[in-house]
DNA sequence: GTTGCTACCGCAAACGTGTGCATCGCGGGG
DNA sequence: CCCCGCGATGCACACGTTTGCGGTAGCAAC
């Protein structure tokens, strides 16, 4: 074997001399040029580097030029990974969300990289499958890279993470948790509020037979929905019918097989208070499917406001979620926590009804409906032990 | 259940006994649980420790045993920076997108995030919005986190990466990238073939004042797709006219804006093919706007096949991209060239047109149109330097 | 009894950075 | 001349792992 690059420590001569001439013999990984590399071409300690590239005062501003300049023609970089061991925080936070590819939780996510990006934070991503045993899982996996602080969206796991936090010693902060209780520290949408607002808003237009297809899961953010749903019958003097409450799974096929059983009852309803956007969008397709129009012959309502709500045809009536807002929300309560500051508990965030055209007066004729403005409410906002 | 088995660290003699006391100014850490910890528990040395941990035939099943319940006990998660400092691997690989908030994005990088986990990486996730400056910032961000491989999504920097790249030594494949001239290692879609396909589809249907609605960015796959139109009309022996090719900026909005232009002309198409799906979603909702319907006056495609395609009135025809396994694809080849195989370089994939019932036979009758059975073909699949 | 082998295990040195403390040169006040 | 203070820098250690290598039993073969 030829001699594997005897690493020589020749400290006084030649510095920069024979450079590591690495031969190509195997793709050696040609060690990244560490901070003793540039104290050597500096003539200086390495700790003398490490304070100057972190404007420390207690270094020379001219030697702190000198090193700076010597480090940038050299390109270095130093390495987080050594950074985070001695300091023991990584600047880190770790983001587990149902699935990436869902667009509230991306929405969320993307307010949350920005946020921390500002922050000179850096999120690992990470999919739950809206499982509980493998959020879990992640979670601990997220907890052995040594993030700084945990935010799970829709979280399964919810309050039950209480006893695995303590032991794990790492800040988390849940968007839209899902199990029932309260958690430590949270940022909800008012889902009761807003699901009300929208069913009232129905009961407003004249309906008296309106659905609700929700999600089967049952999770916390449906369950608040449902029950926004009966409230806002019970104050219209309106019977709650459990025929014309569905459960779909929260995505386009399911909802969509939801909606045609509730279009074959005897006494079909004339509106329908959907759980959200997604299962908006498989409703209508079954309304349609039906030969049916909307809103003429049924009006529908959403929840989240996602981006495409506004451009289906008709454009869909929906509670909106300000999501990128509550991803910064979110983030921002993790920050303070991270710092020690443990003041910031549950924000509940305001829901908000934005009125388009999927809904219409019951028995409304066809042809050119009114144009909806737009009007908007904002719905339970607040905040708890802020 | 397993009982809670409170941490005792009194094992017998003192060994840790005046450790170093810090005093509680500050609110302590409570410093994580070590490797040395669990090797004073099960009196052994900790490179036994971490040698039982990782099933090293080097130590005795019996101690090795014994060392995995004290860890587990004792809730003890090894340091991944720890680790990562010494292997120089950090099993962690960049994930730099446009916007998580974008569907396209977010759903390659679903696909990512499923085959990194199920190899034991995690991802950093960064936004570049859109930005080459910004781009290359986060690349430089994860490299000094030293992630072991990057993926970049819709790149504006592409083949200019290739210094930078030399000197950061880290692996790196695009998706999509938007750099004209081809990089090193990639996953693209068959713009060209796609964007044809669709137009040629439009033609056979009749059209002959097709137009096209891009994005004025003027990337790659603009060029592409553009290109991929061009050709189609060529084909059919059908001038092109500049008039008939407008340029949005590849969101709802812009498109539009862009589609509005066109339906002034004095000669509007019949026709349209979009530049990707939100583009399309602009532009059917500018057509409505005008009282024109799709398919009967107006026929649309759009690119991509995102999710709401098929729930859009009309159902959206256009070109699907697999992006789930595209982003998969890009995975397998980042861990290729991790684990330094070098062979595999641009991999192109195949786009596949999926009718529906945005497009229609040019002057069809309003009415029940026909059944579209969903036909789809392969396209411009392939791969090169395989 | 020496040798050699095998199966375990510990020592010590890394990895690249931050930081408390000692050191050093030097100017000024006594 | 001595001492003190101060600004600038280096020393040494720590952070929590992995890993090459040396050591030590136990045992069999000679």
Redesign the pocket.
């Known amino acids: 074997m030829a001699e594997k690059d005897v690493?020589k420590k020749t400290s006084s001569g030649a510095p920069g001399g024979g450079r590591r001439e690495v031969r190509p013999t195997k793709q050696q990984p040609s060690?990244?040029v560490?901070?003793?590399?540039i104290?050597r071409l500096a003539?200086?300690?390495?700790?003398?580097?490490?304070?100057?590239?972190?404007n420390?005062?207690?270094?020379?501003?001219?030697?702190?030029a000198k090193i700076r300049k010597i480090a940038e023609a050299a390109g270095?970089?130093?390495?987080a990974?050594?950074?985070g061991?001695?300091?023991?925080r990584t600047r880190t936070v770790g983001l587990v969300v149902t699935t990436v590819a869902d667009p509230f939780a991306s929405a969320v996510a993307c307010g949350i990289e920005q946020a921390a990006n500002d922050h000179g934070y850096a999120v690992f991503l990470a999919n739950s499958n809206a499982d509980a045993e493998h959020e879990r899982k992640v979670v601990q996996a997220l907890a052995e890279r040594r993030v700084d602080g945990i935010i799970v969206t829709s979280s399964r796991v919810g309050s039950d993470y209480l006893p695995m936090l303590a032991q794990l010693n790492v800040p988390m902060v849940l968007v839209n948790d899902q199990y029932p209780g309260e958690f430590v520290h949270s940022v909800m949408i008012a889902n009761e509020e807003g699901s009300r607002a929208a069913t009232e808003y129905l009961i407003g237009m004249g309906h008296r037979r309106v659905a609700y297809v929700g999600d089967r899961s049952g999770y916390q953010t449906e369950t608040e929905r449902l029950e926004g749903y009966k409230r806002a019958l019970a104050k219209a003097g309106i019977e709650f019918d459990a025929k014309l409450a569905v459960h779909g799974d929260g995505r386009p096929e399911g909802a969509a097989e939801a909606m045609e059983a509730l279009l074959q009852l005897a006494e079909p309803p004339t509106a329908v208070c959907c759980y959200n956007d997604m299962t908006a969008l498989g409703a209508m397709r079954a309304i349609r499917a039906r030969g049916l129009r909307v809103p003429e012959d049924l009006s529908v309502t959403g929840f989240d406001d996602l981006f495409f709500a506004e451009y289906l045809e008709p454009p869909l009536t929906t509670v909106r979620q300000p999501m990128r807002r509550m991803g910064e929300m979110a983030m921002e309560n993790l920050l303070k926590l991270m710092s020690g500051e443990d003041s910031v508990a549950q924000v509940k965030v305001g829901a908000e009804l934005i009125v388009r055209k999927s809904t219409g007066r019951v028995g409304m004729k066809p042809g050119p409906q009114m144009r909806g403005t737009g009007g908007t409410q904002g719905l339970g906002a607040g905040r708890r032990n802020g």
Chains 1, 2 share one sequence.
Not at 34 to 37: A, E, M
Not at 43 to 54: E, M
Not at 85 to 88: A, G, H, K, N, Q
């Open positions: 690493k060690r990244q560490s901070i003793k590399d104290a003539r200086v300690s390495h700790p003398t580097v490490s304070r100057a590239l972190q420390s005062p207690l270094v020379n501003p001219a030697t702190a270095y970089r130093p390495s990974v050594a950074r061991l001695v300091t023991r």
